[in-house]
């Protein structure tokens, strides 16, 4: 069974930096991508960005230029540098990692990021 572990959240002024990290472990199967996404109060969730086994990368819009995502593959973990922090960045970000094989879909518990003066 895979576990997701998140870490790094908190509360931030506008402007600021978090990194988020999200430690996997327990898989068997070839991981396909590890990603971040969100949920803020009264929406859907989101993808924020995600990291692909080639080290491609996609992401939204909303956090061009300012969010940035990179994986140590030794460590199984996934990182999360978000600078420029704005109030609509705040949510519950959520680790995601997809596998092939059994292991498939997996998720974090969620680590919550509030930015607010």
């Known amino acids: 069974q895979v576990h997701l572990v998140e870490s790094g959240g908190g509360l931030v002024q506008p402007g600021g930096s978090l990194r988020l990290s999200c430690a996997a472990s327990?898989?068997?199967?070839?991981?396909?991508?590890m990603g971040w996404y969100r949920q803020a109060p009264g929406k859907q969730r989101e993808l924020v960005e995600r990291?692909?086994?080639?080290?491609?990368?996609t992401y939204a819009d909303s956090v061009k230029g300012r969010f940035t995502i990179s994986r140590d593959g030794a460590k199984n973990t996934v990182y999360l540098q978000m600078d420029s922090l704005k109030h609509e960045d705040t949510a519950v970000y959520y680790c995601?990692?997809?596998?092939?094989?059994?292991?498939?879909?997996?998720w974090g518990r969620g680590t919550q990021v509030t930015v607010s003066a």
């Open positions: 990291i692909f086994s080639d080290s491609r990368t």
């Open positions: 327990g898989s068997t199967g070839r991981l396909r991508f």
């Open positions: 995601n990692a997809v596998y092939s094989g059994s292991d498939g879909d997996c």
